[in-house]
């Protein structure tokens, strides 16, 4: 029998804050956030870059990995997936492994199902994440808004943007990272949090303006889910 209760302060903590700590932030970040942009020819500057991966980037699908460090660098978490995104406000991001999460939003409402634990949480899209990489994954804000954006030019083969929060930390991160390779897909986030715990995800198996069924955006808990809801 599903039940209907308030969130509590550890599923907000959830919601806005680094990941396995204050796990959602990471699992876009988790995440939710950023993709790979389309194929075209080498865009003089990352910021052109940026741009054009907003303004012709419609859908997504990708495997992705990801790893979190501490303080000292130590790994203290990997993990893998795939992703499907629909702009605007749409994504899909399932975790594997015997404790995979998946995360929906229809655009409306986001649900994070955590199948181990037999519980389900549901909260509206702008409340739940805010301005946090998955929100700009999916989104088509003007970047420059709310980041100061500074290119910092070439590094182990791809062109690095640092996007830093004009409000101090946005909702789980000090600093965000993205890696464009030579034709303008982003390859690489690396996102760090107050605690100076950072957060890297690799893309692979990208496919751009793919058509993506509707289906893979809605999400109903199965029968017997516990249901947290705001």
Not at 96 to 120: C, D, F, M, R
């Amino acid at each position: 029998m599903q039940q209907h209760r308030p969130v509590g302060t550890d599923y907000l903590r959830f919601m806005r804050g680094p990941l396995p700590a204050l796990r959602l932030a990471r699992w876009f970040w988790v995440p939710l956030l950023i993709l790979g942009g389309i194929q075209y020819a080498a865009a003089a500057t990352g910021l052109a870059m940026l741009q054009d991966f907003f303004q012709k980037t419609h859908t997504i699908t990708a495997q992705f990995s990801q790893e979190v460090a501490n303080h000292d660098g130590q790994i203290v978490k990997r993990t893998s997936g795939k992703l499907w995104i629909s702009r605007p406000g749409k994504f899909r991001w399932d975790y594997s492994g015997n404790n995979g999460q998946t995360i929906v939003s229809n655009g409306k409402k986001v649900w994070l199902y955590e199948p181990a634990l037999e519980q389900a949480t549901v909260q509206p899209l702008g409340k739940a994440l805010g301005s946090t990489p998955a929100a700009l994954i999916a989104g088509n804000d003007d970047l420059s808004q709310r980041f100061k954006i500074t290119d910092q030019g070439q590094k182990d083969g791809l062109h690095w943007l640092l996007l830093h929060p004009k409000t101090g930390q946005d909702q789980g991160f000090t600093d965000l990272r993205m890696g464009f390779d030579a034709q303008g897909a982003l390859r690489q986030m690396r996102m760090e949090d107050a605690f100076q715990q950072q957060t890297v995800l690799r893309f692979t198996h990208i496919k751009f303006n793919h058509p993506i069924s509707a289906q893979e955006f809605q999400f109903t808990p199965p029968a017997g889910v516990d249901v947290l809801s705001q």
